[in-house]
């Protein structure tokens, strides 16, 4: 059971390192897009950091649980007409 504890946190540790950044930035793409995020915006920027942030504590807890990725909140904008040219919008 000892050999079990040190055994497989350090195998899951080595199959991670088995990612290429490319197939990383897949993942978190494909993450964040799951939500509505859209490439280009800065709520898909926050989420990519976020996820990112995420993946390097998880790496970085030595033979602790798995840490969890909290979902992300998408921002809500609201706009309004003030005049013919002009609009003012509110992201909360």
């Not at 991670?16 to 964040?32: F, G, L, M, V």
């Not at 807890?61 to 798995?66: D, K, L, N, R, V």
């Amino acid at each position: 059971m000892t050999l079990l504890r040190v055994l497989l946190p350090t195998v899951a540790i080595a199959l991670s390192a088995c990612n290429t950044p490319e197939s990383i930035a897949r993942d978190h793409d494909a993450y964040c897009r799951k939500f509505g995020f859209v490439p280009g915006t800065d709520s898909y920027a926050n989420c990519r950091m976020t996820v990112e942030n995420h993946r390097q504590s998880r790496l970085g807890t030595a033979f602790g649980a798995p840490a969890v990725i909290p979902q992300p909140q998408q921002q809500k904008t609201t706009c309004m007409r003030l005049a013919p040219n002009q609009v003012e919008c509110i992201t909360q």
